[in-house]
């Protein structure tokens, strides 16, 4: 089914725009048609489950991001570069991406430190990348703010349980 990029661009507009939009100069609107485009191609990509073509663009959005921090700080709100975050970190996962992951989740924790399912997506990809130590900080931070998630406690359980049995 085809996008209408325009109007999902006029939508994604109203959210991300901090103030009136009358007062963008050229710099800011050209950062904003392509940050606009790269999302909603992102986005498209992930109802399809066009997953590794969607990781491209969400990694593509937030180098966009980064490099134009000014920019991106007067325009974009921090719960829309939260959003992107999350939605590259899903693509990372469904790819076993795991490298992309980790750094995503940790710039995600840089935004909202509180944010379990960081702490928990990045725990995954530290055990993947059989980084085990790290894995385990993040796993006891996650039951230090969510002292009642059970995953998190069978997670850290399983891979101690590995640490001991590879020694």
């Not at 966009?64 to 899903?90: G, P």
């Not at 993947?128 to 359980?157: F, G, Q, T, V």
């Amino acid at each position: 089914m085809p996008v209408n990029i325009e109007q999902a661009s006029q939508n994604l507009n109203s959210k991300l725009i901090n103030g009136n939009q009358n007062n963008i100069n050229n710099n800011e609107k050209k950062f904003l048609s392509e940050f606009l485009r790269l999302k909603v191609e992102g986005n498209q990509l992930f109802k399809v489950k066009e997953f590794e073509k969607a990781n491209q663009r969400f990694k593509q959005l937030n180098n966009l991001i980064l490099s134009n921090k000014q920019i991106s700080n007067e325009i974009i709100s921090k719960e829309q570069m939260i959003e992107n975050l999350q939605t590259q970190i899903q693509c990372c996962l469904l790819t076993n991406d795991w490298k992309t992951s980790l750094e995503s989740c940790t710039k995600l924790l840089e935004l909202d430190p509180n944010n379990l399912k960081a702490y928990q997506q990045r725990a995954k990809s530290y055990k993947h990348l059989k980084d085990y130590d790290e894995s385990i900080l993040d796993l006891e931070r996650l039951i230090e703010l969510d002292p009642k998630n059970k995953s998190a406690k069978l997670e850290l359980k399983n891979i101690k349980n590995l640490i001991n049995n590879n020694q």
